[in-house]
């Protein structure tokens, strides 16, 4: 039977409350805002940060707190769809004018150094990330200039932009533009593995868990080696994306 630490490991968690935490990284934390209808919204809060160091995020969310709630991020460095934007201050009047607050449920935006403005739109499983190299998206309305160049690092950019031209005509994130990656299934195993080999789970343990105790019984010490096989790829790739493997997933 699976111990106590790898069911609890194995099992997904509940949405929490953010709390401060370090992630190791040189994050900081701010209060995530929760995903709902647009409309008119207060001042954005605001966090300082330093640079990203060794991690992959700008800043850290609480592990506790769900995905729909979440508001993660990520660093340009290792995003390449992130899109960099200058934010020119504006008359309500001008065709061009935009109001970011406007997108107060989805808007998040912190400061890094130089008080240079690090954004993301979320709806909860669907995002946006934006870096605001002059100008800021706390006031409005503001004229966007995007900075795009190159071929080669234009193109992980136009799905974004379109993205992001959708979303400011429509106030919605629209859904085709966003399909489903099928990757998430199997990175979602992956990290239960991860969890539960820090638990101390036995690989055996761990399919049990995941394709039962059943087939476990009759296949795991059986002439094919296929099961073990299998939970052994998912124990490496656990411990090849906790060891800074997660890094380049952005990039796919």
Known sequence: MPTAGARKSLTARSPGSTAPVSCGNGCGVIRPISPGRPGRAGRPAAARIPSAGPGAS???????????????IWHADLDPGVLAIDAVPVVAAHPEALDPRQFGPWLTVISGEEDREHAVF??????IRVDIEVGSLRDGPVLLRYRLAGTASLEPKILP????????????????LFPPDRRIP????????????????????????????????????????SLRSRVRRLASDARRLAAGGYRMLLRR
């Open 122 to 127: 979320a709806d909860g499983m669907r995002r």
């Open 58 to 72: 700008t800043f850290a969310e609480d592990p506790a707190v769900g995905a729909p709630r979440a508001r993660l």
């Open 161 to 176: 932009l379109r993205r992001f031209l959708a979303l400011c005509r429509h106030r919605r994130f629209q859904p085709s």
């Open 186 to 225: 199997r990175w979602i195993v992956t990290l239960r593995v991860h969890d539960a080999r820090c638990a101390g789970a036995s690989l055996r343990e761990i399919a049990e868990v995941l394709y039962g105790q059943k087939i476990v019984a009759e296949d795991w010490n059986g002439t094919s080696d």
